[in-house]
């Protein structure tokens, strides 16, 4: 299986493929990337063969998260872009499908938000996981339900709070890397072979057992939203924010 080639299915329809490479996107999570998202998730539900959704990205870098340049370019009230991606990971785990993320490379921000979403994360030994929001004064707020209900409290609370990167090997200890590969198309060959013989319907009701164990309620995307869009408010992370959209400036450097 070519992890490079362009999206859709593999030969025997088990396996649907969504690259996060698009033009202009520049390895970053924005409106249009949400939408291609759940375009692939409505492709591979509506699939009766289906049983994995692949997410992949080009060698050396899988996702920075969220575009600094339309988030400095949105009004400092809007909520909506928290609330887009809070509700795409949420489908990540509902949908009656593994989601799978195939890493090779950065993952920073919003990027470990998939990871930790995807039902399962394959991942090179050279990849690394990072949540850098804090150095803009941000914080990982939609990511944070996620990669806690994977990881536990103190390991996701300290990777916000240090903004500290893990290294595949840590990633893997700690639960947000399911397997360390030097090849990822092997692995999601194994994983295809195996899935391909589960029915949907208990996938889904795996997936609805989960979330009963673990809800991932209104309450936590309300609380995420609110204090997304608070700290987008004020007016040192617009400074911020601007800086680097119009001058590529980090805030370190100011």
């Given at each position: ?99 799978v993320a195939a890493v ?144 590529r400036r980090f805030p370190?450097?100011?």
């Open positions: 299986m070519d992890l490079t080639g362009p999206d859709g299915a593999d030969p025997s329809g088990t396996v649907h493929r969504c690259s996060l490479d698009a033009p202009g996107h520049d390895h970053t999570i924005d409106d249009r990337l949400l939408e291609r998202l759940h375009t692939a998730l409505d492709a591979a539900e509506a699939d009766p063969r289906c049983r994995v959704l692949l997410l992949t990205s080009a060698p050396g870098v899988f996702s920075t998260g969220m575009s600094l340049v339309a988030a400095a370019d949105a009004p400092a009230s809007d909520t909506e872009a928290g609330g887009a991606f809070y509700d795409l990971l949420t489908r990540f785990t509902r949908a009656p499908l593994i989601v090779d490379g950065k993952v920073a921000g919003g990027g470990v938000g998939l990871t930790a979403a995807a039902d399962l994360t394959l991942a090179t030994p050279r990849s690394t996981f990072a949540l850098p929001e804090a150095l803009w004064g941000l914080l990982p707020c939609c990511v944070l339900p996620f990669l806690t209900r994977r990881v536990g409290f103190q390991k996701a609370y300290a990777m916000a709070l240090t903004t500290w990167p893990l290294d595949a090997a840590g990633a893997a200890g700690c639960g947000l890397v399911d397997e360390l590969t030097d090849s990822l198309p092997d692995a999601v060959r194994r994983l295809a072979f195996r899935t391909a013989r589960l029915r949907t319907s208990t996938l889904g009701s795996m997936k609805r057992y989960a979330g009963e164990l673990w809800p991932m309620g209104e309450r936590s995307r309300a609380a995420a939203v609110d204090e997304l869009t608070r700290l987008m408010a004020l007016p040192d992370v617009r400074d911020s924010l601007t800086a680097y959209a119009e001058h370190w450097e100011t």
